[in-house]
Structures are given as structure tokens and as C-alpha cells.
């Protein structure tokens, strides 16, 4: 698949992916897909490229041995937890990012879900914190070449390596960026 593009506007439902020379260590090779994005209250977004090493249920009992992978979805508010899943037609109160992935949810009734299997670990994504933004920031920093904006693939969040999903979408961007993700930290600083 050839990857596009998009305008440097940002909107829910868009990824950015970190320039390849982005510092910031809460960045620093990035896939961020933004949860929600209004220009006057600010934006929310969850990294989806950084596992935290953690199970779920080493984190809390409210889903029993159901043993997810936790992500670190950010650098703001790390004493709360949340989730992206593919669930919206029975996960009530679900929030549509992009056609099919959703954001949140009745957590009781998520609890139901996972113990009777129709939320697996293949439909659902645990995150540690978020990333935001406050109204007009992304903007700003969308001024300097600090992030690319795409186009969400929900591949991208079930389907790919985690590990390997900032290089994966550089080669899909084609030569310029392909090359670049190719590069090992130090080599990018000569």
C-alpha cells in the first residue's frame, strides 16, 4: 500500500508520525493517533508504538486473567488508564476516532465483555496516560517539521508490530522517508 501525505492539518482520526529527527524522548519516533481533536479545547492522542512492558492484570483485577498488553499512551496523566478497541456497536458510549476503531466506553459494561470473550486481546488496546495537547499547541508545532500528518490504518493498531510500525510507515511514504527510517539512532545526528 502507498501511503499518503496528507496537508500538514491536523483532525481526529489522522496519525502523526514523528519527524525522524524529533528529540523529545516522549516522541522520539512516534505514532501518535489522535483520539480527538478540537481547535478550541485542545487535542488527545495515544502513542502507538510503545508497549510498557506490563500485562493488564498486573496493573488491576477487574478483568481477571486477561493478560493485554499495556501501552504507554503519553506523557500526561500516567495514573489513569484507557483503551482503544474495535467494540463501538456493543460498548456503549464508545467515541468514533476513525471508521471502525473507537475510543473508551461503559467500563462496567467492558468488564462483561472481556469475561464473556467478545472484547479479546485482538480488539483491544490498554494505554498508560495519553498524549495532549492544549488548544493551539499541535498547531504551533505543526509550523515547524515536527510531525507528519497521515491517514489512519487500522492495521496499524492490531495487526503491525508495534516495534516496527514507525519504520513500517516511512517505507510505505516511499524513498525519501524509507531511507530516513532505515537509519539507527546516532547515524541520524551526522
Known amino acids: ?68 498488553d499495556v501501552f504507554y499512551g503519553g506523557p500526561v496523566d500516567n495514573n489513569s488508564m484507557y483503551f482503544i478497541h474495535t467494540a463501538g456497536n456493543i460498548l456503549d458510549n464508545s467515541l468514533e476516532i476513525c471508521p471502525g476503531i473507537y475510543w473508551s466506553g461503559d467500563y462496567d459494561k467492558l468488564k462483561i465483555l472481556i469475561e464473556c470473550k467478545l472484547i479479546t486481546t485482538a480488539s483491544i488496546r490498554f494505554y498508560i496516560g495519553y498524549s495532549g495537547w492544549s488548544a493551539g499547541q499541535l498547531e504551533e508545532e505543526m509550523k515547524d517539521p515536527a510531525w507528519i500528518v497521515s491517514d489512519m490504518d487500522p492495521n496499524y493498531l492490531y495487526k503491525s508490530n508495534p516495534e516496527q510500525l514507525w519504520k513500517e510507515i516511512l517505507d510505505q511514504m516511499g524513498y525519501h522517508f524509507s531511507a530516513i527510517g532505515r537509519l539507527e539512532g546516532d547515524e541520524l545526528m551526522n
Open 1 to 68: 500500500m502507498k501511503h499518503r501525505i496528507e496537508s500538514r492539518s491536523v483532525e481526529t482520526g489522522k496519525l502523526l508520525i514523528a519527524e525522524p529527527f524529533m528529540l523529545d524522548p516522549h516522541f522520539k519516533r512516534s505514532v501518535v493517533l489522535l483520539a480527538d481533536h478540537n481547535k478550541d479545547e485542545g487535542t488527545v492522542g495515544f502513542i502507538l508504538n510503545r508497549k510498557t512492558g506490563l500485562k493488564l492484570n498486573e496493573l488491576t483485577e477487574d478483568f481477571g486473567e486477561f493478560e493485554a
